[in-house]
């Protein structure tokens, strides 16, 4: 059974940075699509970054584009998010997301979702 913990969010102030982890468990990740969506009070869960496990390939919305960088550690089963320059608007629920299959797609059809971590931003 797979399982995402995510770990790492908190407040801040704008301007400021946190980095997000997710660790999988349950089995090797080597041909994957995992990543990052984030959901705000009253909101649809949105896609934020992707990466293919194997290429190592990025995905990012265009609201977090040039502030956010999606990587991963094989060896660890681990994939971070690093957050620059954080808006209140990115304030939300961060869930990490992973598929059995290394394409990453910008909607929610993904096999695996974590618990999710609170993000909050303050102005």
């Known amino acids: 059974q797979v399982q995402l913990v995510e770990s790492g969010g908190g407040l801040v102030q704008a301007g400021g940075s946190l980095r997000l982890s997710c660790v999988a468990s349950g089995r090797t990740f080597s041909n994957n699509a995992m990543g990052w969506f984030r959901q705000a009070p009253g909101k649809e869960r949105d896609f934020v970054a992707g990466?293919?496990?194997?290429?190592?390939?990025?995905y990012y919305a265009d609201s977090v584009k040039g502030r956010f960088t999606i990587s991963r550690d094989n060896a660890k089963n681990t994939v971070y998010l690093q957050m620059n320059t954080l808006k209140p608007e990115d304030t939300a629920v961060y869930y990490c997301v992973a598929r059995n299959v290394p394409w990453v797609i910008r909607t929610a059809q993904y096999d695996y979702w974590g618990q999710g971590t609170q993000v909050t931003v303050s102005s």
């Open positions: 990466i293919n496990w194997e290429t190592g390939r990025t």
